[in-house]
């Protein structure tokens, strides 16, 4: 028998003795350490400020903020403090702890530093060192609205840089110009650059996943991305893990979607009157209706189509994000979810996002990182007709079969009602069908899903002291399917054909690889950095598409090979690839003399051989009066900086194989039998070389009453030659025109930024910032040397976007018909009267007595944008307008159906129009002649925009403490709340004709983001 074994009582005490120290220590250390925590903020915005630093003075204890400015950090319960608190671009300060338990700090903006560190391409630099022109946006100016796209978020923020969205419906895009249009018929988007992925696309990334948005407007400042920045450049960086404990951030909202701001369509008894007694007034005939549509105008009823396939949706979003790391190793993830309804019935917007990001220090010398992104959309649009249908339909029309009077008395009684409903609304009208069938996405469907995964992986090496090497690798992988789906009971089929289809899958894929040298050497007054860059990118778009008709099912576009007829297919594949080498220097003498010179050969595969390469120089000294001693002693001024830039890029804006002869097929008749071979499509140019623009840019960024007030005021005139267009040659050459380098264009413009603390106080802050840019286009060359070129509303000494025709002279009056003057013109009372040029008696488009003119173009005269943020103790609130001046569009909603008066067969918008009885100047008579109607079309879209109001509230972090909650700002917002536009149309912002489109909306938000 083994005996166990008994451990002596002397060694069970010890054990027991050192236990019970150790509870009295921990207890110890337990009983003397309190919590203390606090917000940190910006003292002229009032601003949270994410990712301060604060750290116990001389120990390495210390903690960041949340997105919500607070934090807590355990520390000392007896004797004095001291707390330092930091952040890139403010005055560090030291906070002493007595026995406070809740902090609010304000820091002041560093005047020595002027602001943060900006993105300017493969480095960085800090805002004093800058000189190009640079405008940067933070994270909470981009969320600050809640957009679903992050180009939103930029609209309005920047000056020089102009936004409008491209229609109305549910994740829709948006048009990016940088300091106006420098090419005619090519790309006009800049190149975006998301943490190091380029070529990616704004929509692809969360706006809650952005930490700041750098944009380089100047040729000296995107001439590091040579041709690829023809058009300025955007660059994202993303939220990044900060050393620490693990933090959790929540952001999330919830907002009611209602149709706002909606034109006014005529009713049923101003539409019967216009067509009825209006017309016949002044000689005119009038309009037949139903019966049915008599019972409802009688009746004193109306139909408001635009109100029956409209709805409130719901628009929400939320993103949630766990971030940390260790001195060495930081990471951030988080996934996000927005949804986006339409205001038609059956529209809807989704998307989902997974972000990941690591950086890793091997050791002394090695970093390593990736940033990663997964994004998959889905937008659904259903019918595209839908509003415009609904927009045109007789407000006399009947919606329920049930309720006609005689079905008979027009087209409903040929064809079974759907669901109920009349198919022809009780109107002698078989082409426009109810829009409630047309609406529903039983009858039609369109559809786009998008999954895009894109991400940056480098590896960075300090060789030597001052000399570091980066090599990195992107690529971005786009698959995008669309289908459209037009049943039987639509617009496109009208009641009687099978349903067609259409199919369309496009591929995307573009790689890039950049090997970079930097060299930094600091010596005494001289300060140098040497970048060299070596890249490659390649691009590939492969596309298949497919229509059939006469489906037998209601299949969709998922059964296309049951389909009776394929009415067209087809598939391509392009390639493009870019080889590039640059070379930039910065150099600063007594941190008041810059200096920065760049240099990037690019060579192109699309373009011709001998013509594939060029060089893209640029040039940029400032000088920091600030440091002067002449303004040194002039206190009010607290910064000041001069700013000369000049550069060249270039623009290889022709699509792959441009430049070469392509091939179509044709048909032969060999004998009575079908034969089939290829003919030259177009006629190759072998010399197609670069469009190559030039830019002049002088800046002066300012500070006063301690950066209380400061301003940048930029002025630039750049010049693009060598633009690629479609030149006309001989016809004995067997084509007419043929792609080559002719024309000029130049932009020239003002852009002012300015920000101001209006009042400071402990409790209480104002701050205002205004953005205002102003940019004049001009062609200054054509093709052949000519000076217009009618065909295609281009006119030498006048915008690329110019509108040309007849100028509007108001109406015809019963007096201009009295003395004879109205019959000059073969016109009479009511009718459009246009100027006489050239005053001959006659209005003409003959060459030599051509009576149009350019009445404007389509790109703004200045556009503004203005915030202002005001803080009361833990409440904020702000308000954001935005105004866009000079805009002229020939209107959509004008020139179709809806302001045609002459019209009998569709709806109207209300209009002051002529008549015997209202001899206005604004809108022609019902019933007489126009020939020149066209010229009322031409109208300004002036607009202001009050684009979000917000009102927010932090709960102390004192009370969240012992909940483990670092922060929650709980907020309200309602977006687009008040449109100010004497323009006819859906939304001044862009030229809509109902088609395509939705309703413009007011969105009222609710929102908390909350920390851990």
């Not at 939320?318 to 260790?326: E, F, Q, R």
């Amino acid at each position: 028998m083994i005996a166990s074994y008994q451990p002596k009582k002397s060694i069970m005490k010890f054990y027991f003795i050192l236990a019970m120290l150790m509870c009295c220590l921990a207890g110890t250390v337990w009983a003397q350490t309190r919590q203390v925590s606090g917000t940190i903020l910006d003292n002229q915005t009032g601003q949270a400020l994410q990712g301060a630093s604060v750290m116990q003075k001389g120990t390495n204890n210390g903690t960041l903020t949340n997105a919500s400015g607070n934090f807590t950090l355990t520390i000392p319960a007896q004797g004095e403090v001291v707390l330092t608190v930091s952040f890139s671009g403010y005055t560090m300060q030291e906070i002493t702890v007595t026995n406070q338990t809740n902090l609010r700090i304000s820091l002041s903006g560093d005047v020595t530093q002027l602001g943060d560190v900006v993105v300017v391409g493969y480095g960085t630099v800090k805002k004093k060192d800058l000189t190009g022109a640079v405008g940067s946006i933070k994270a909470s100016d981009i969320v600050r609205g809640n957009p679903v796209n992050a180009t939103k978020g930029i609209q309005g923020q920047v000056a020089g840089v102009v936004i409008t969205k491209a229609n109305n419906q549910p994740g829709q895009g948006f048009n990016i110009d940088i300091r106006g249009e420098n090419t005619i018929t090519g790309v006009t988007e800049p190149l975006v650059v998301i943490d190091g992925v380029i070529g990616g696309r704004l929509s692809d990334i969360n706006p809650a996943d952005i930490e700041k948005i750098d944009i380089l407007k100047d040729a000296s400042s995107t001439a590091i991305y040579g041709s690829r920045g023809a058009n300025g450049v955007v660059i994202i960086t993303s939220k990044k893990g900060a050393s620490g404990k693990p933090r959790v951030t929540l952001d999330s909202y919830v907002g009611l979607k209602t149709p706002g701001h909606l034109m006014e369509l005529q009713n049923a008894q101003q539409f019967y009157k216009t067509l009825t007694t209006d017309r016949a007034a002044n000689g005119g005939t009038p309009a037949n209706f139903t019966v049915n549509e008599l019972e409802i105008i009688n009746s004193g009823r109306n139909t408001d189509w635009v109100d029956l396939i409209t709805d409130n949706g719901i628009q929400t979003g939320s993103t949630i994000a766990v971030s940390g790391g260790s001195d060495n190793t930081t990471y951030r993830f988080s996934g996000g979810y927005i949804k986006e309804d339409g205001s038609l019935m059956y529209t809807n917007f989704k998307k989902y996002n997974l972000n990941a990001g690591l950086e890793s220090r091997i050791n002394n010398f090695i970093k390593v990182g990736f940033t990663a992104y997964v994004n998959y959309s889905e937008q659904a649009t259903g019918s595209r007709e839908s509003l415009r249908s609904a927009s045109r339909s007789r407000p006399t029309g009947t919606v329920y079969w049930d309720d006609l009077v005689n079905p008979s008395d027009g087209y409903d009684a040929a064809i079974d009602p759907w669901n109920g409903l009349a198919t022809w609304m009780g109107i002698k009208d078989n082409q426009v069908m109810n829009p409630l069938i047309e609406v529903n996405k039983a009858n039609s469907q369109y559809q786009v899903n998008i999954a895009n995964q894109m991400g940056n992986a480098y590896a960075e090496i300090a060789l030597f002291k001052g000399l570091t090497f980066r090599s990195s690798i992107s690529a971005s992988v786009i698959s995008e399917k669309q289908g459209d789906f037009r049943g039987t009971y639509s617009k496109d089929r009208i009641g009687t054909r099978l349903p067609r289809a259409f199919y369309n899958s496009r591929d995307f894929r573009t790689y890039t690889l950049d090997n970079i040298l930097t060299y930094n050497l600091s010596k005494g007054d001289h300060k140098l950095t040497v970048t060299a860059l070596q890249s490659a990118y390649k691009n590939i778009a492969e596309t298949s598409t497919i229509n059939v008709d006469n489906l037998p099912f209601q299949s969709l576009w998922y059964n296309v090979g049951s389909a009776g007829t394929i009415t067209g297919i087809a598939s391509s594949y392009a390639q493009n690839t870019l080889q590039s080498y640059m070379g930039r220097v910065n150099y600063s003498f007594k941190n008041k003399y810059l200096l920065t010179l760049t240099g990037r050969s690019d060579g192109a595969s699309q373009l011709s051989e001998g013509n594939k390469w060029a060089f893209f120089p640029s040039a940029a000294v400032a000088w920091r009066l600030d440091e002067e001693n002449f303004i040194k002693n002039i206190n009010v001024i607290s910064g000041m900086k001069l700013r000369v830039s000049y550069g060249q890029v270039g623009n290889a804006t022709v699509n792959p194989y441009s430049t070469q002869a392509a091939i179509l097929n044709t048909a032969y008749d060999f004998g009575n039998t079908a034969a089939f071979g290829f003919a030259p499509a177009n006629l190759g140019n072998k010399d197609l070389k670069w469009e190559r623009s030039e830019e002049l840019n002088i800046g002066l960024d300012m500070g006063f009453l301690n950066n209380r007030i400061t301003a940048t005021v930029e002025v630039y005139d750049r010049k693009t030659r060598d633009l690629i267009l479609n030149q006309n040659i001989p016809s004995s050459t067997g084509f007419s025109t043929v792609f080559a380098n002719v024309g000029k264009v130049g932009n020239k413009g003002i852009e002012i930024s300015l920000n101001t603390v209006n009042i400071s106080k402990k409790d209480f802050s104002w701050a205002t910032s205004i953005n205002f840019s102003k940019n004049t286009n001009k062609i200054l060359a054509l093709a052949s040397g000519v000076s217009q070129d009618i065909g295609n509303s281009l006119f030498v000494g006048y915008s690329v976007r110019s509108l040309y025709y007849y100028q509007f002279a108001g109406i015809w009056q019963i007096p201009d018909s009295i003395d004879g003057s109205a019959g000059v013109y073969g016109q009479r009372p009511g009718s459009v009267r246009v100027v006489d040029q050239n005053k001959d008696g006659k209005i003409s488009s003959s060459a030599g007595i051509d009576d149009r003119v350019v009445l404007g173009n389509e790109l703004p005269d200045w556009v503004m944008g203005m915030t202002n943020r005001v803080r009361y103790k833990n409440f904020d609130f702000s308000v954001f307008m935005y105004t866009s001046q000079g805009v002229l569009f020939r209107n959509n909603i004008l020139s179709g159906t809806f302001g045609d008066y002459s019209n009998t067969r569709y709806n109207h918008i209300v209009l002051n129009y002529w008549r015997r009885d209202n001899p206005t100047n604004e809108y022609y008579d019902v019933s007489v002649s126009n020939p020149y109607r066209q010229a009322i079309q031409y109208e300004k879209a002036n607009f202001v925009k009050i684009s979000d109001i917000t009102l927010g509230y932090t709960i102390p972090p004192a009370k969240l403490s012992r909940l483990g909650i670092n922060g929650i700002r709980v907020y309200g917002q309602v977006n687009n709340p008040f449109v100010f536009s004497k323009y006819h149309g859906p939304d001044p912002e862009y030229n809509s004709n109902d088609y395509i489109d939705d309703v413009p909306t007011i969105i009222y938000t609710f929102g908390v983001n909350v920390s851990f």
